[in-house]
């Protein structure tokens, strides 16, 4: 007599994505007026000079295709490695390979952006991706060592060459900071469901032909790819850069000897530490139990909640009753150190954990416009890549320490990577509270170099 077992499938409800929509759609559109002249305009349409809204629409367009890309290779990475065959350990080299390249190429993108200009070095992020998707189109096996260190490196430059390059055309313009805020935040909100269209079109290019689903993957990449290249070649000028003897020197000056500026460092290596974890660890977490978990329906209402959380920021910069943006980083810290605390003791209840999860992007979502405007404060423009870059740096080389660690000598677990990820967002909040007691010294006087 055979015995039948019956598999348990986890899914999200349905209102989830229901209530995440529609709390999204009336945060956006109740937002409270700037002024009595703006009450009827969109978020658009707030700006002091006429040639700057086309500009930030432009960008918000070609910033979105690069989110896009970016979802379309993360969400079709890991398809493509069981479809070539690649083992568990061939796996964690790969992530070790990509996290090398982040720090050690990376870590300076940010400098050559600053001597060389954001346009090109956003021309080299499109032509990396491009580069990876004809490789992967014309060769029947390609080398994923080559595109995942591409890739890395592609993502690095995603991580500050964009928000380097609204700050500074937004300065060129004098645009009142408010818009910037606004623009930060739309990023933030852009970026999260541009990623789930990459998602959407990569579970649709698969689904065309599962055994050839690589090659219409690559094939849209390419397009993707030669579209952005044409986009930013095409009407977008920039002022002449710092010679490298003058940018050095300013770079020791007002970054390295600046001790709010290392608070801000060490804070977004925390956040960006705590976000690398999660997307390595979340699917092994919420499987641990053993039931089946749709992890394709889970992934839009994670990036739903950073949507959302992204809308919160303008409430609480610039609302009826506005904070202090230290107080709400502080604030979203702690709760994120918490979120972390709780995932550390081993809770295996998938609607808790997909919760807290939620709840863990809806505060990097409030998080990332947060930390933005911050730099605008306290780093000047000129030298804001070289900063970001800066930043990441701590967070891709812990991250690449415990892959070795857990990957290869097997001296950690999941559990104590996260409560150490779970003490990071903490000393993040304490790089808050001791940010808004030093306060910041007036803008104008060491802004402009």
Aim: with cysteine; hydrophobic share 50%.
């Amino acid at each position: 007599m055979g015995v039948t077992i019956e598999s348990s499938v986890w899914e999200p409800s349905p209102f989830l994505y229901i209530f995440i929509f529609l709390s999204c759609f009336f945060s956006i559109f109740l937002l409270p007026s700037k002024s009595s002249s703006s009450s009827s305009s969109s978020l658009f349409d707030h700006s002091n000079s006429s040639s700057f809204i086309p500009f930030q629409r432009n960008f918000l367009l070609l910033f979105s295709l690069a989110s896009v890309m970016e979802g379309l290779w993360s969400v079709f990475g890991e398809y493509e490695l069981v479809y070539y065959g690649v083992a568990k350990e061939q796996m964690m080299l790969l992530l070790c390979a990509g996290f090398s390249a982040a720090l050690f190429v990376g870590s300076f993108l940010g400098m050559i952006s600053d001597l060389i200009g954001q346009k090109k070095v956003c021309l080299i992020f499109f032509i990396l991706h491009l580069f990876v998707g004809v490789w992967k189109s014309i060769t029947a096996h390609p080398s994923v060592w080559v595109a995942n260190i591409c890739l890395s490196l592609a993502s690095s430059i995603f991580s500050f060459n964009f928000e380097t390059w609204v700050a500074i055309e937004h300065e060129k313009q004098g645009q009142r900071q408010d818009i910037l805020s606004d623009t930060f935040w739309l990023m933030t909100f852009f970026e999260s469901a541009s990623l789930i269209g990459g998602q959407v079109l990569a579970n649709w290019l698969v689904g065309i032909d599962v055994k050839k689903g690589v090659v219409p993957s690559s094939t849209a990449s390419v397009f993707l790819s030669i579209l952005g290249i044409i986009c930013v070649s095409r009407g977008w000028t920039e002022n002449p850069k710092m010679a490298f003897d003058d940018y050095r020197t300013s770079f020791f000056t007002y970054i390295f000897g600046d001790k709010r500026i290392w608070l801000l460092v060490l804070a977004q290596a925390c956040l960006q530490f705590s976000i690398a974890l999660f997307w390595i660890l979340w699917a092994p977490t919420l499987v641990a139990d053993g039931r089946e978990v749709h992890l394709g329906l889970i992934f839009p209402s994670l990036l739903g909640a950073r949507m959302l959380g992204s809308t919160v920021f303008p409430w609480l910069i610039s609302g009826p009753s506005s904070f202090r943006t230290e107080d709400c980083l502080l604030y979203a810290f702690v709760v994120l150190g918490f979120v972390f605390s709780i995932i550390a003791y081993d809770y295996q209840e998938i609607g808790i954990l997909v919760a807290l999860f939620c709840l863990f992007h809806a505060c990097v979502g409030l998080i990332l416009p947060s930390l933005a405007r911050l730099r605008t404060m306290y780093v000047p423009n000129e030298l804001r890549g070289g900063m970001i870059s800066l930043s990441l740096a701590p967070a891709n080389a812990a991250i690449l320490l415990f892959l070795l660690l857990r990957g290869f000598y097997r001296n950690i677990e999941n559990a104590a990577m996260v409560a150490f990820a779970a003490l990071g967002l903490f000393i993040a909040a304490g790089c808050m509270h001791v940010l808004k007691r030093w306060g910041k010294q007036p803008y104008q006087n060491w802004h402009k170099l």
